[in-house]
């Protein structure tokens, strides 16, 4: 393949206004949304003991870190050329790389086994199937999209976001109309809003990462502006659907908390059964979406590398084979350990990883070398380097 061949970097001047500003916030939000996310039991976990009011500044912060980490990272991104993890690391942290892309590995590994089984028990739920079946159309799926490169993958971003944002305005509208004296009465009467601001911040870092998986994106950018206002942008686009459903369940609050499935909870208030499956084939659209990003940016990362020492694209086949490997592989983890045991004791150690090996170097090393350097257009860079440095 030549180098204009599957997956292979594109020029940002034929990258359209959509393209720069907007996709980057769609893919972000596949990046975070998952199964968690999609079915509210992250909202649940994070913000609900909040209270209807500090649930609503908890997302704020949420929204606001992920704005700012999200345009710090594309603005790196953009100005040396990373247009996978590994190069921008290779920027950031030097000979450390390595440890980011431990912590990846693992964190990746640990996501898709948990959005296999979730794809597992809707197919079950759904049509009785085997939850074998949904695990595997799901990997099937993520192995489809990924293996055809940044167009596929970025087409699925774009309408599984339509898809996505349209079941949950269709969602806010039935719970509202049925239910919307009681979320206003909890809204309006005062509760404590004790960690609010804790909620917020432990959200933000646990899903900060989605940041470096959309990296492939940042080929689009043709400036420093683009990629700030797209960062800007990714927070916004990627909590608007949480704010809404939040709003949804703040209607049975306080016992919407204790729910494993709010989502479910609440279709079955609603009592409408062809919605239900809707929001059922929502859930199975973001888990496809989430697993891909993932899998995207561990693609994009062997593909750098292989076409700096080959000289040309990783092929389709090679991009199928490293989907089905690491699907495949974090089923088998997944099985062998048990999910409860690899979320209750690697998640949030890798949350607090993911803080030292990339927060806190954008927020400072990165932060320093933004200020060293005059904004060049994506163009005019050269690949892992700043202007003027």
Not at 138 to 146: D, P, R, V
Not at 339 to 350: C, F, H, N, P, W
């Amino acid at each position: 393949m030549s180098g204009t061949a599957v997956g292979g970097p594109a020029s940002s001047g034929t990258s359209s206004w959509f393209q720069r500003l907007l996709l980057p916030g769609f893919a972000f939000k596949a990046a975070v949304i998952g199964g968690g996310y999609a079915t509210g039991r992250e909202l649940a976990e994070y913000f609900i003991p909040s209270g209807p009011q500090g649930g609503v500044m908890a997302i704020a912060v949420a929204m606001v870190c992920w704005s700012v980490l999200c345009a710090l990272t594309f603005a790196l991104a953009q100005a040396t050329r990373s247009f996978d993890y590994l190069s921008f690391f290779n920027t950031l942290l030097g000979p450390f790389a390595f440890v980011f892309e431990i912590a990846y590995v693992v964190f990746m590994v640990l996501i898709l086994a948990v959005f296999g089984a979730a794809a597992g028990a809707i197919g079950q739920a759904m049509f009785g199937w085997p939850a074998l079946v949904g695990t595997l159309l799901l990997m099937a799926g993520i192995g489809a999209f990924t293996a055809f490169g940044n167009r596929s993958v970025e087409r699925l971003f774009q309408w599984v976001s339509f898809f996505l944002y349209g079941v949950y305005v269709l969602f806010f509208v039935f719970v509202l109309a049925g239910f919307g004296g009681q979320a206003m009465d909890h809204f309006s009467t005062p509760v404590p809003t004790d960690g609010w601001l804790s909620g917020g911040l432990t959200y933000a870092g646990y899903n900060i990462v989605g940041a470096v998986m959309v990296l492939p994106l940042a080929r689009h950018f043709r400036s420093r502006r683009d990629a700030v206002v797209a960062g800007v942008l990714a927070g916004p686009l990627a909590m608007l659907p949480g704010l809404l459903f939040f709003i949804c369940m703040i209607a049975w609050y306080p016992q919407i908390g204790e729910q494993a499935l709010p989502s479910d909870y609440i279709l079955r208030q609603l009592n409408m059964p062809v919605f239900h499956l809707l929001f059922q084939m929502m859930i199975f659209s973001a888990l496809l979406e989430s697993g891909a990003a993932a899998v995207h940016a561990a693609n994009e990362r062997v593909a750098a590398t292989w076409r700096a020492r080959r000289g040309v694209e990783l092929p389709i086949g090679g991009r199928f084979a490293i989907a089905v490997a690491l699907l495949v592989g974090s089923i088998f983890i997944a099985d062998r350990f048990g999910l409860v045991t690899l979320i209750a004791s690697g998640y949030r150690a890798l949350a607090y990883l993911f803080l030292a090996v990339y927060v806190l170097p954008v927020l400072t090393i990165g932060v320093w070398r933004l200020l060293r350097a005059s904004p060049q257009p994506a163009v005019a860079a050269q690949p892992h380097s700043l202007q003027g440095d």
